[in-house]
C-alpha cells in the first residue's frame, strides 16, 4: 500500500515553487534547474504507480536534451521502451501542479483511475545526462520512487537511448539483447562489422569520420565504444567535453539551426563530418566543399539515403513488403517531393516529437522515421525480422546475400528509440556497401533554402494547430495571413506552432531562395504578435 503519510513528509522536502505549473510536453518536463526538484519526486512517485499498473519496468531519464546548460528535464520510459502514454502525461502534469496539500487526493485519484494494483511490485531505471544538475535531481528522483515502495537501478550517465534500450530487455526477458550497455554497443558493432565486410572498399581511408559530441555523453559513449567498431570506422572526437561547454556554439542543434558548422573541429573540404546533440539521440551531417560552401545533411536525407537503400534490397529479395517514410511538418520541401515522386515511398507527416513519429512508423512493415534536426529510426515489424533470418538461409546467392544485409542492418537500428551512435553506423555501412561519398549522397536532391525563427509571446498557448501543425487554427485570422503572405513567394510554404520544450512560438519557411525564405519567416513572426 501507499504510505500516504511519508510521502507528504518526503514532499515538504521537495516543495513546489509558489505559483509554477509546467506541463508534461513533447519531451516530458523541461525548465530551468532550479524549478525540477518537486518534479522529480513526484515523476519517481509516478513512475513506481506506472510500473505496478504495467507490472513492468520503467525508466526515468533527467536530461534537457539540446537545451543550455542551466535548464534540465526528465521523462518517463514506457515498457516497450516507448515515450509514456498520453493519459499518463496527464497524470504526470495533474501531479506536477498538484499543490502540498493535494498530493494525496491526485495520487489516489490517479491508482483508481487507471486501476493500479497497489500491492504489485515496481521497478524503475533511472539514467541522467551530464549537466552539472542532473546527479542531484536523479537524487530526488530516486527519493520519490523510494517513499513509495518502488526498486530502482540507478545507471548514473546514460545516453537517453541506451536507457530506452535497457527498459525494452528488461521487460522483453532479453530475447531482444543484452540487457547491458556492453550486450548493446557489441550488437550494435557487430553487426556494422559485418556491413562494412559486405562493402567492396574503396580508397584509402574512406571510412574515417569526424564526430563533434556537443561536449555531452556521445563522447563517452563512443569512446567506450570504439574499440568494438573500429575495425570498420575510425572517429576523430571533437567537443569531447574536456573543456567546453555543453552544446555550446557546437552540436547537432546549433549545425542544423544555424546551419554553419560547430566551432572546436578542424574541418578540409570534402570531409565527411557530423554532430551529436548532447544526449546524443541527433545527428546531422555535413562537409565544405571546395568552393568553400557549407553542406548540411539532416534527418531528411539520411532517411532518404536509408530508405532507398532498403527499397533496394527489398527489390533484389523479391518480397514486397511495404516500406514508408514518417516526417514532421519541419521536413524539407524537396525531400518529401523527392520521396513520393522520384523514388515512390508513401511519406506520412505526423506532430512534432519522436514519439507521433514512432507510432506512426509501425503501421508499415518497414518504417523510416525522422525528424529534419536528425532525431530518428527505423523500425522493422516483426514479421519482417522472422522472414528475413529465414531468406537469409534458404535463398540463391543473391537473394540471399541482400537479406544477410537486411539482418545485420535490423541490428543496427535501434528499435527502442533513435540514438545518434546507431544511426551515425548504419549511415556509415550504407555510405560504404553503396560506395557513396558524402557530396554524392548530398545530391541526391537539393534542399530548399529554408528558415527557422523563435518568437517570444505572452501565452504562446493561444496558437493551436491542425493538419499535423501545418495549419493554424487559432488565433483567429492567423492563417489566412500566413496564406497571403505565402503567395508572395516562389515554392514557398510556412507554418507557425508553439514549441513543447521552450517558452516560444517557432516559425517555418521554405521558398526558392535564401533571401525569400529568411523574408517570408520574417513577415511570418510578425504576423504571429
Ligand atoms: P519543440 O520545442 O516542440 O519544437 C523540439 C524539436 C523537436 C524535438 C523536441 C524534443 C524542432 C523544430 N523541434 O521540439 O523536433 O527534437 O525538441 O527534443 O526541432
Ligand atoms: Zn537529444
Same mark, same amino acid.
Given at each position: 500500500?501507499?504510505? =500516504?503519510?511519508?510521502?507528504? &513528509?518526503?514532499?515538504?522536502?521537495?516543495?513546489?515553487?509558489?505559483?509554477?505549473?509546467?506541463?508534461?510536453?513533447?519531451?516530458?518536463?523541461?525548465?530551468?534547474?532550479?524549478? =525540477?526538484?518537486?518534479?522529480?519526486?513526484?515523476?519517481?512517485?509516478?513512475?513506481?504507480?506506472?510500473?505496478?499498473?504495467?507490472?513492468?519496468?520503467?525508466?526515468?531519464?533527467?536530461?534537457?536534451?539540446?537545451?543550455?546548460?542551466?535548464?534540465?528535464?526528465?521523462?518517463?520510459?514506457?515498457?516497450?521502451?516507448?515515450? !509514456?502514454?498520453?493519459?499518463?502525461?496527464?497524470?504526470?502534469?495533474?501531479?506536477?501542479?498538484?499543490?502540498?496539500?493535494?498530493?494525496?487526493?491526485?495520487?489516489?485519484?490517479?491508482?483508481?483511475?487507471?486501476?493500479?494494483? !497497489?500491492?504489485?511490485?515496481?521497478?524503475?531505471?533511472?539514467?541522467? *545526462?551530464?549537466?552539472?544538475?542532473?546527479?542531484?535531481?536523479?537524487?530526488?528522483?530516486?527519493?520519490?520512487?523510494?517513499?513509495?515502495?518502488?526498486?530502482? $537501478?540507478?545507471?548514473?550517465?546514460?545516453?537517453?537511448?541506451?536507457?530506452?534500450?535497457?527498459?525494452?530487455?528488461?521487460?522483453?526477458?532479453?530475447?531482444?539483447?543484452?540487457?547491458?550497455?556492453?550486450?548493446?554497443?557489441?550488437?550494435?558493432?557487430?553487426?556494422?562489422?559485418?556491413? &562494412?565486410?559486405?562493402?567492396?572498399?574503396?580508397?584509402?581511408?574512406?571510412?574515417?569520420?569526424?564526430?563533434?559530441? /556537443?561536449?555531452?555523453?556521445?563522447? !563517452?559513449?563512443?569512446?567506450?565504444?570504439?574499440?568494438?567498431?573500429?575495425?570498420?570506422?575510425?572517429?576523430?572526437?571533437?567537443?569531447?567535453?574536456?573543456?567546453?561547454?555543453?552544446?555550446?556554439?557546437?552540436?547537432? *542543434?546549433?549545425?542544423?539551426?544555424?546551419?554553419?558548422?560547430?566551432?572546436?573541429?578542424?574541418?578540409?573540404?570534402?570531409?565527411?563530418?557530423?554532430?551529436?546533440?548532447? #544526449? /546524443?539521440?541527433?545527428?546531422?551531417?555535413?562537409?565544405?566543399?571546395?568552393?568553400?560552401?557549407?553542406?548540411?545533411? *539532416?534527418?531528411?536525407?539520411?532517411?532518404?539515403?536509408?530508405?532507398?537503400?532498403?527499397?533496394?534490397?527489398?527489390?533484389?529479395?523479391?518480397?514486397?513488403?511495404?516500406?514508408?517514410?514518417?516526417?514532421?511538418?519541419?521536413?524539407?520541401?524537396?525531400?518529401? %517531393?523527392?520521396?513520393?515522386?522520384?523514388?515512390?515511398?508513401?511519406?506520412?507527416?505526423?506532430?512534432?516529437?519522436?514519439?507521433?513519429? $514512432?507510432?506512426?512508423?509501425?503501421?508499415? #512493415?518497414?518504417?523510416?522515421?525522422?525528424?529534419?534536426?536528425? $532525431?530518428?529510426?527505423?523500425?522493422?515489424?516483426?514479421?519482417?525480422?522472422?522472414?528475413?533470418?529465414?531468406?537469409?538461409?534458404?535463398?540463391?546467392?543473391?537473394?540471399?546475400?541482400?537479406?544477410?544485409?537486411?539482418?545485420?542492418?535490423?541490428?543496427?537500428?535501434?528499435?527502442?528509440?533513435?540514438?545518434?551512435?546507431?544511426?551515425?553506423?548504419?549511415?556509415?555501412?550504407?555510405? /560504404? !556497401?553503396?560506395?557513396?561519398?558524402?557530396?554524392?549522397?548530398?545530391?541526391?536532391?537539393?534542399?530548399?533554402?529554408?528558415?527557422?525563427?523563435?518568437?517570444?509571446?505572452?501565452?504562446? %498557448?493561444?496558437?493551436?494547430?491542425?493538419?499535423?501543425?501545418?495549419?493554424?487554427?487559432?488565433?483567429?485570422?492567423?492563417?489566412?495571413?500566413?496564406?497571403?503572405?505565402?503567395?508572395?513567394?516562389?515554392?514557398?510554404?510556412?507554418?507557425? %506552432?508553439?514549441?513543447?520544450?521552450?517558452?516560444?512560438? %517557432?516559425?517555418?519557411?521554405?521558398?526558392?531562395?535564401?533571401?525569400?525564405?529568411?523574408? =517570408?519567416?520574417?513577415?511570418?513572426?510578425? /504576423?504571429?504578435?
Amino acid at each position: 500500500d501507499m504510505d =500516504l503519510g511519508a510521502i507528504t &513528509t518526503r514532499s515538504a522536502f521537495h516543495a513546489k515553487p509558489h505559483g509554477l505549473t509546467l506541463q508534461y510536453g513533447t519531451a516530458g518536463f523541461r525548465t530551468k534547474a532550479e524549478n =525540477l526538484d518537486h518534479i522529480m519526486f513526484r515523476m519517481g512517485l509516478l513512475a513506481v504507480l506506472r510500473s505496478k499498473q504495467t507490472k513492468s519496468t520503467i525508466g526515468v531519464m533527467v536530461t534537457a536534451s539540446h537545451n543550455p546548460e542551466e535548464e534540465n528535464g526528465v521523462k518517463l520510459i514506457d515498457p516497450l521502451g516507448e515515450m !509514456l502514454a498520453p493519459s499518463w502525461e496527464e497524470h504526470a502534469t495533474r501531479l506536477a501542479d498538484a499543490e502540498e496539500q493535494d498530493m494525496q487526493r491526485v495520487l489516489i485519484d490517479i491508482s483508481e483511475k487507471e486501476a493500479v494494483d !497497489l500491492q504489485q511490485d515496481a521497478f524503475i531505471v533511472i539514467g541522467r *545526462d551530464t549537466r552539472p544538475s542532473s546527479e542531484k535531481l536523479s537524487q530526488s528522483v530516486i527519493d520519490g520512487v523510494t517513499v513509495i515502495g518502488g526498486q530502482f $537501478h540507478d545507471y548514473g550517465f546514460f545516453k537517453k537511448t541506451p536507457l530506452h534500450y535497457m527498459v525494452y530487455c528488461r521487460n522483453t526477458g532479453g530475447q531482444y539483447g543484452k540487457a547491458t550497455i556492453e550486450g548493446y554497443y557489441q550488437k550494435l558493432s557487430k553487426a556494422f562489422v559485418e556491413l &562494412t565486410r559486405q562493402a567492396s572498399c574503396s580508397g584509402d581511408g574512406y571510412r574515417s569520420l569526424k564526430v563533434d559530441c /556537443a561536449n555531452g555523453i556521445g563522447a !563517452l559513449k563512443l569512446r567506450e565504444m570504439e574499440h568494438y567498431f573500429s575495425q570498420g570506422l575510425s572517429v576523430q572526437l571533437f567537443n569531447d567535453g574536456t573543456t567546453g561547454k555543453l552544446n555550446h556554439l557546437c552540436g547537432a *542543434d546549433f549545425v542544423k539551426s544555424n546551419q554553419q558548422p560547430p566551432q572546436g573541429m578542424e574541418m578540409k573540404s570534402n570531409e565527411r563530418c557530423c554532430s551529436f546533440d548532447g #544526449d /546524443a539521440d541527433r545527428i546531422v551531417y555535413y562537409y565544405y566543399d571546395t568552393d568553400g560552401h557549407f553542406h548540411l545533411i *539532416d534527418g531528411d536525407k539520411m532517411a532518404t539515403l536509408i530508405s532507398g537503400f532498403l527499397k533496394e534490397l527489398l527489390s533484389e529479395i523479391g518480397e514486397s513488403l511495404n516500406i514508408g517514410v514518417v516526417q514532421t511538418a519541419y521536413a524539407n520541401g524537396s525531400s518529401t %517531393r523527392y520521396l513520393e515522386e522520384v523514388m515512390k515511398v508513401p511519406v506520412s507527416c505526423t506532430q512534432t516529437g519522436v514519439k507521433h513519429l $514512432h507510432h506512426k512508423a509501425q503501421e508499415f #512493415d518497414i518504417g523510416v522515421y525522422f525528424e529534419a534536426n536528425g $532525431h530518428g529510426t527505423v523500425l522493422f515489424s516483426k514479421a519482417v525480422e522472422m522472414k528475413i533470418k529465414e531468406l537469409a538461409e534458404e535463398l540463391e546467392e543473391k537473394k540471399r546475400k541482400a537479406a544477410k544485409i537486411l539482418e545485420n542492418i535490423i541490428d543496427l537500428f535501434n528499435q527502442a528509440a533513435g540514438d545518434a551512435i546507431s544511426d551515425m553506423l548504419a549511415i556509415e555501412a550504407i555510405l /560504404a !556497401l553503396k560506395g557513396l561519398t558524402v557530396q554524392q549522397w548530398d545530391a541526391i536532391y537539393t534542399d530548399l533554402p529554408n528558415r527557422q525563427l523563435k518568437v517570444k509571446v505572452a501565452d504562446r %498557448r493561444v496558437i493551436s494547430t491542425t493538419d499535423a501543425e501545418r495549419q493554424a487554427v487559432t488565433p483567429p485570422g492567423l492563417q489566412e495571413a500566413i496564406n497571403d503572405l505565402v503567395k508572395k513567394y516562389q515554392l514557398s510554404r510556412a507554418f507557425v %506552432r508553439p514549441s513543447g520544450t521552450e517558452d516560444v512560438v %517557432r516559425v517555418y519557411a521554405e521558398a526558392d531562395s535564401q533571401e525569400s525564405a529568411d523574408h =517570408l519567416a520574417h513577415e511570418v513572426s510578425l /504576423a504571429v504578435f
